[in-house]
């Protein structure tokens, strides 16, 4: 009588216990689709979308001013890819320069430039050889170089240069240097000479 006894209490126990442990309720917070909160590290295994729509990036920063802001140094490497419209923009470190591609080609990072004057070709100091004055024709070489000298790239157009001329009866006369894209003064005739460009290596 006394065994039946115990094994019916430990019976209505186990029936109290299992009533507890069914009525409890637990509660987890989640944020789709990302997830929120401070890590110490962060490690994914895809391809990785960050302030898609709004706010920006900031590394060291809790308050970036730019759309990715880093505080400190940052490391690029090469891209051994070719440089086309989708690359736009792209920087990379090839050979000890650092490149960005224009859209068609990669071009070195702050490379020389300079103002290129060059001659028409109907300019009436044309002289022979290919000269004029000392200084070259004007030749499109077609591509990223342009008018501009070999290993240099033309980045702009500066328009047409010469000189700004007045005579008076041809008595005395006052001559001027017209600069690319200028224009003279009334009463002044224009003698065009040639071209200018922004060439950069």
């Known amino acids: 009588m006394k065994v039946r006894a115990l094994f019916l209490f430990a019976s209505i126990l186990c029936l109290a ?16 689709p990302s997830p929120y909160g401070v890590y110490n590290e962060l490690t994914t295994y895809s391809n990785t979308y960050l302030a898609r729509t709004s706010g920006s990036v900031g590394i060291g920063t809790i308050n970036p001013q730019a759309k990715l802001e880093v505080v400190g140094g940052v490391k ?14 792209t920087l990379r470190y090839n050979s000890g320069n650092v490149q960005y591609c ?12 300079y103002t290129y004057y060059c001659y028409d070709s109907t ?29 240099y790239t033309q980045k702009s157009a500066l328009g047409g240069w010469g000189f700004c001329e007045f005579c008076n009866s041809c008595y005395y006369s006052y001559t001027f240097f017209l600069p690319p894209g200028g224009s003279c003064n009334p009463g002044f005739s224009t003698k065009a000479i040639g071209q200018a460009y922004i060439c950069s290596q």
Do not use: F, L, M, R
């Open 76 to 89: 690029i490497g090469n891209d051994a890819g070719a440089c086309d419209a989708d690359k736009t923009g």
């Open 102 to 113: 224009d859209g068609s080609s990669w071009q070195a990072v702050g490379g020389a430039s």
């Open 123 to 151: 300019s009436s100091i044309q002289g022979a050889g290919g000269s004029a004055a000392g200084g070259p024709v004007c030749t499109d070489a077609g591509g990223s170089q342009g008018y501009c000298p070999v290993g």
């Open 17 to 32: 216990a299992a009533s507890a442990s069914a009525e409890e309720t637990i509660t987890i917070a989640t944020y789709y």
